[in-house]
């Protein structure tokens, strides 16, 4: 065997031997350490509001030109930073008449329903007046989240952070409008034409009863008569 190929060998052997070596250094200095209790949670979305179960707004027996104000206040509980959008649903046909205007404010003191002392933002959001942020029909008010009024103004949401609360003004009021007063005409009409049928009917019963009873009393008269002519043909 050539001296060359004795080192190779040698060399080879050398470096196993190195590895080995070093796998044991390794062992003899190694160390670990933990990080135990690790968690990962999913933050919260989360809206309140001091109605307490009741109805905000309530307009019965109204002429157009009548009108509603309440006011609600809304609070922000969750973990994470969120946008907020504002919509409802309506049925009936009475929306159409009527115009809601939402005014978005503060109530250093909220109570739920009243504006005492409810101020609007002095931001005009949509071009209608300090702090408004719809004004419209009520049939034309966002139905879903996605078509919602974005708060407070489209193309500039606000950021809701953890206890921020804001209150809104709602003012609904009944259209001078025709539409309203045609329907209360056509129920007031056919509420007429139900009596009127009703007094035909009951005429029309009462002629029937007269006609009953003065067929009944002609009999009577005829069986009188005949009585009266047997009698006095028994007599002669």
């Keep these: ?13 050398l470096g196993v031997l190195g590895l080995i070596a070093a ?16 968690r990962f949670d999913a933050g919260s979305v989360a809206l309140s509001d001091n109605d307490g179960g009741t109805a905000l707004l309530s307009l019965s027996g109204a002429v157009p030109g009548d009108s509603t104000t309440r006011c609600i206040t809304v609070t922000y509980n ?13 049925s009936g046909s009475l929306p159409s008449y009527l115009q809601l205007t939402v005014t ?52 500039a949401p606000a950021t809701w952070t953890t206890s921020e609360a804001h209150t809104y003004q709602f003012t609904v009021s009944l259209n001078d409008d025709p ?10 009409s056919r509420g007429r034409r139900a009596t009127s049928e009703r007094a035909r009917s009951q005429r029309w019963l009462r002629r029937a ?4 009873h003065g ?5 009577r008269m005829r069986s009188r008569a005949r009585g009266r002519d047997r009698r006095l043909g028994a007599a002669r």
């Design 1 to 13: 065997m050539s001296t060359a190929r004795k080192l190779a060998r040698v060399a080879l052997v």
């Design 23 to 38: 796998g044991g250094t390794y062992a003899a200095f190694s160390s670990t350490t933990t990080n135990p209790d690790d």
């Design 78 to 90: 969750g973990s994470l930073a969120a946008a907020v959008r504002l919509y409802g649903t309506v």
């Design 104 to 155: 978005r404010g503060t109530d250093p003191a909220p109570s739920f329903a009243s504006c005492g002392g409810f101020t609007a933002d002095s931001s005009d959001y949509i071009g209608a007046g300090p702090g408004v942020i719809y004004s419209g029909s009520l049939a034309s008010f966002p139905s879903s989240y996605a078509s919602g009024i974005v708060d407070p103004a489209p193309g």
């Design 179 to 188: 539409g309203p007063r045609a329907s209360r005409a056509t129920r007031a």
């Design 209 to 212: 009863v007269v006609r009953a």
């Design 215 to 219: 067929r009944l009393d002609h009999r």
